[in-house]
C-alpha cells in the first residue's frame, strides 16, 4: 500500500524525523512497530485535516502532482506540515508521550506545535503569496443581512431613508 495521491508527506519524511522509534534501521517497514503502513495512514488522515483547511479557506484540494506543478514552494510546504502532524499522531500513540505527571520537553510537543503553526499559516495569505490561487472567495457565502425571512418571504426593510420623519417636518435637503 502507498500514501494516497492527495497525502503530501512521505514515510521517509517521518522516518527522518522520528525514525529512533523503531531502532537501529530508523526505517519503517512491515517488521517494525509502528509499520510502515501505521505511517502511511496516520499521513492521509493528517493530509485529511489539511484538506478541510485548505477547502475552507478557500484553496483547491490538490493531489501531491498538481500542488507541485501549480507551486513547488506550497508543495515541500504542505509535506513538511504533513509530516510534522504525523510525527505527532506517531508519537502520541506511545504511552510515554501522555504522561501528564513527566513535565520534560516531549518531542510530540514539539512536531504538534510546528504542524499547528502550519495549519495557521494556511488559513492566512501564505499559499497566495506562494503563488496558489484560491479556487473560492473567502467572501462567497458571506451575507450582510438577511432579506428573506425562514419561509422565503420578502421581509421589509428595517431602515429606510426617511424613517426619522415625522408629518410636518420639513427636509434640510430641500
Known sequence: MAVNAYTYGEVSGVSRRVGWVVGRGREFTGNTVPTDLDVELLLDQVAS??????????YPINTKAAMTTASAQASLFLQRVNEDGAA???????????DPEDTSPKPHTFYRKRYE????????????SAGVSRSTSLSNNLDSGSWKDSSGNEK???FTRD????????????
Open 156 to 158: 421589509l426593510p428595517v
Open 117 to 128: 503553526r502550519g495549519l495557521e499559516l494556511l488559513k492566512g495569505a501564505f499559499l497566495e
Open 49 to 58: 485535516e489539511i484538506h478541510a483547511t485548505l477547502a475552507d479557506n478557500g
Open 163 to 174: 424613517m426619522s420623519d415625522f408629518p410636518g417636518s420639513r427636509s434640510l435637503i430641500e
Open 88 to 98: 505527532a499522531e506517531l508519537l502520541m500513540t506511545f504511552a510515554v508521550a501522555g
